[in-house]
C-alpha cells in the first residue's frame, strides 16, 4: 500500500492510502500539494536501496513518497 | 509589554521541552525596546544564574507585532516557528560547545595520545569559529578584559613546570605547537595548574602572541591534511569523540531510534555498511560527482571529501526545525544526491 512519510519531531508520521480508492488518492495528492506549498521536498525510490529522486507532482503509484521540510544553513 | 512576555515565556519553554531537554527554570523575562537600534531585546533569566538573551529587529514582523497587542495576537505562526527553530539551534551549539571542552578535559586526563586531543581541538575551534560566525554565539569564551590577557605562552609555560607528573609530555609538545587558547585554558586545568595572578604581560609575552598568531593559518593547513579514506581513521572511535558535535541530541529516545529506522531503510547497501561500521556514510553529488561524508549529527556533520581522500571543506544545512538526527541526515543524503547545487546554495561552508 503506497505511504506517505512526512518528516517530523516523532521521527516520522506515516499516512497509508489505497491506490485502488479515488477518496483516499485525492486526500493523498491534497497532502502532497499543501506539503510542498509549506516548503517541503517529496522523493522517492525505484526500490530499498536505489538512489531516492525528487519528485514535483503527485505520483499515486509511487510505493513510498519521503516529504522533508525546507532546508536553511547551519 | 506583559503579554509579549507571557507568550514569550511558555513558547519558549514549550520548544525547549520539545527539544527533549529538561526546561531551564526561568526566572524573569526581559523584553525591552532600543530606540537608538531599533531592535526589541528579549532576555531570558534562568534560576541558575544563566542568561539567554536575542535581539529582534523592529523592522521584523515579530518586532512590530510586538508593538501591537491585536498584532500579535495575529502574528504568523512561521515567524514564531523561524524564530524559535533559530533560537533553539544556537541554544543547543552552546550546550555542546561546552561540552566538548569539558571532554577534551576528561581525554587530556586520560592520557589521550597528542594527535587524537590536537584533532579534537581543532574541530572545536571550527566549531566555535562557525557559532560566532552564523549564530552569534559566544561560546563562552571569556571576554578579553585586562586580567584575562595572561598569554597563551605564559599558561602553557607555567604548565611545562608542572605538567610532568601527569601529563605526557609529546602531549605536551604537541599541544605547545598547537593550540589555542581555550584549548590551553582546558589543558590547564586539565593537569590541575592553578591559575596565575593577575599581572602586566611582558614584551616577551607580547612576541609569543605574535608568533602563535602568525602560526594559526597552518593549523588549518594541518587539519586539512587529515587522511579521511577509510581505513586510516578509527571512525567508530572517532565518532564518539566527537559525539559532543553531533548536535543529534534533541527529540526523545524513540523519535531518535525511529529516525535512524528510517534513514536505514533508505541508505544503500554500501552506505548502510559504512554507517554501521563508522557512524557515517559517502555519497556523491546529483551535479558534480564530489564525493562528501555526512557523520552522525544534525550539524556541521558533511565534509566534502577530495579525491585523495582529504577532507576538502565542511558545509552545514538541515532541515527546518527539531528533527533528530536520522531525519537530518536522510535529508541531506536526498538533497546532495538529487539537488546538490540548491542544498549547497543555502549551505554555510566552514
Known sequence: MPVHLVMDHTGDTRHEFDAADAK?????????QELTGLGFTAATRAAPGATPKVVRSFDPTAEETLFYPRLVGG | M????EIAEREIRGLLEDMGREPPALHDVSVSYRECTQNFVVELFL?????????LPYAGSFGRHLLSESGFAER???DISDLYNRLAEDHLIRHDLREARR?????ARQGAPPHVLVALNERIAQAHAHAQRFHGVDAGR?????SSARLRGAEISHIACDEAAEVPSAVFEELRSRLDRDAADAFRMAVGVPSEPSRNITAREVQLRHAEMLARPSMVEWSRSIDLRPGAINWVGFSELYDPFSFGNVGTDEAQERGLQLLRSWLS???????????AFDVRGGKTGKRYRIRHGRQMNIDEIDAKGRRVC??????????VAGDVMLAQKIALETDEERALAVANRF
Open chain 1, 24 to 32: 483516499a488518492i485525492g486526500e493523498a495528492e491534497a497532502r502532497f
Open chain 2, 2 to 5: 506583559s503579554r509579549a512576555r
Open chain 2, 47 to 55: 534560576t541558575d544564574g544563566r542568561r539567554f538573551g536575542f535581539t
Open chain 2, 76 to 78: 504568523s505562526v512561521r
Open chain 2, 103 to 107: 571532554r577534551l578535559t576528561d581525554m
Open chain 2, 142 to 146: 571569556r571576554p578579553a578584559d585586562r
Open chain 2, 269 to 279: 547497501p554500501e552506505q548502510l555498511a559504512q554507517y554501521e561500521k563508522d557512524r
Open chain 2, 314 to 323: 565542511g558545509w552545514c544545512f538541515l532541515p527546518q526545525g527539531q528533527l
